[in-house]
T-cell receptor, first 110, second 112 residues
Framework: RKEVEQDPGPFNVPEGATVAFNCTYS??????FFWYRQDCRKEPKLLMS???SGNEDGRFTAQLNRASQYISLLIRDSKLSDSATYLCVVTSPPTDKLIFGTGTRLQVFP | DGGITQSPKYLFRKEGQNVTLSCEQNLNHDAMYWYRQDPGQGLRLIYYSQIVNDFQKGDIAEGYSVSREKKESFPLTVTSAQKNPTAFYLC???????????FGQGTRLTVV
């Protein structure tokens, strides 16, 4: 089983839609979780960290479910500029190296 | 400006030649990482270092080597032993292990 798994998509949604991605992780001892955004042929950029209590940054909401070992990302009021690949990242104990999922591609259309 | 600098952005090499990719950061971060990304694929960890003069193999270290003689620098050498070296190489750093990482712009290596 992969350490981090994501649905590759693509998710094709109209502008203004709400879309959610999930990411599952295999190591119950993982402590830190992040969402990154990667545009085509560019480097990944940190979108947000994911905290146990859940957190929100504008139109983006991230949540952690430790019991079921998944994290989620909700995007409200999608914009054309949200089109990108969204990468889930989990730390892997005991070294806490960062393990990336393969990403979920989002395409927002007019 | 603080950040992570990878150079060069594009690199072409003949098969059988070793090549070294540069990664420098001025963020005073302890941890540094090298990832490889193939078209349509996720990031795979090659090597990582959590402190100067120490580094560990990632999931695909074969055919690669690194050094961490200075906190700011973490060069990656792609050796002739790497069977499929053509890829997008990404260097990242984080303030310490387990914290969010920030990436350089990457180096696209093409071996012909």
């Amino acid at each position: 089983r992969k350490e981090v798994e994501q649905d590759p998509g693509p998710f094709n949604v109209p502008e203004g839609a709400t879309v959610a991605f999930n990411c599952t992780y295999s190591n119950s001892a993982s402590q830190s979780f992040f969402w990154y955004r990667q545009d085509c042929r560019k480097e990944p950029k940190l979108l947000m960290s994911v905290y146990s209590s859940g957190n929100e940054d504008g139109r983006f909401t991230a949540q952690l479910n430790r019991a079921s070992q998944y994290i989620s990302l909700l995007i409200r009021d999608s914009k054309l500029s949200d089109s990108a690949t969204y990468l889930c990242v989990v730390t892997s104990p005991p070294t806490d190296k960062l393990i990336f999922g393969t990403g979920t591609r989002l395409q927002v259309f007019p | 400006d603080g950040g992570i600098t990878q150079s060069p952005k594009y690199l072409f090499r003949k098969e059988g030649q070793n090549v070294t990719l540069s990664c420098e950061q001025n963020l005073n971060h302890d941890a540094m990482y090298w990832y490889r990304q193939d078209p349509g694929q996720g990031l795979r960890l090659i090597y990582y270092s959590q402190i100067v003069n120490d580094f560990q193999k990632g999931d695909i270290a074969e055919g690669y080597s690194v050094s961490r003689e200075k906190k700011e620098s973490f060069p990656l050498t792609v050796t002739s032993a790497q069977k499929n070296p053509t890829a997008f190489y990404l260097c990242a750093s984080s303030i310490q292990r387990g914290t969010e990482a920030f990436f350089g712009q990457g180096t696209r290596l093409t071996v012909v």
